[in-house]
């Protein structure tokens, strides 16, 4: 509870327009050490719907990484991410590595963003 609360609050702190706040707030949440995946994908949402491609990146790539936790929904935003950006080679890995231990998942065509603004990402 405590971390959806506190995931919420970084997004309303976006919709707010403090950017650095909102990122802040979510890195914070890393210091205990759990739940770092779920908290480093909000960081990649919330960078590419801050339209920082570079950072949204970076957390995409540490996420992707752990294929323990590599969900439906996360995989999903990860390949329409790399393929919206122009990174074929990393979508066909990430693709071809979720194939491997979900080989009936089809991913989507759709390269559109997930989460466009505060509002999506509370949703997320």
Do not use: C
Not at 3 to 10: Q, R
Not at 58 to 79: F, I, K, M, Q
């Amino acid at each position: 509870r405590d971390l959806a609360l506190a995931v919420i609050d970084a997004w309303a702190l976006l919709g707010k327009g403090d950017e650095a706040a909102a990122m802040k707030r979510l890195e914070n949440l890393k210091i205990s050490g759990k739940f770092v995946e779920f908290i480093t994908y909000q960081q990649a949402l919330m960078s590419e719907a801050m339209g920082k491609d570079e950072e949204a990146a970076r957390y995409y790539r540490v996420v992707v990484r752990n294929p323990n936790v590599l969900s439906e929904r996360l995989a999903e935003a990860a390949n329409r991410y790399f393929t919206r950006t122009g990174n074929a080679a990393e979508s066909e890995t990430l693709r071809k590595d979720y194939h491997a231990k979900y080989p009936d998942y089809r991913f989507s065509s759709s390269s559109e963003k997930m989460v466009r603004d505060a509002k999506d990402g509370i949703a997320e």
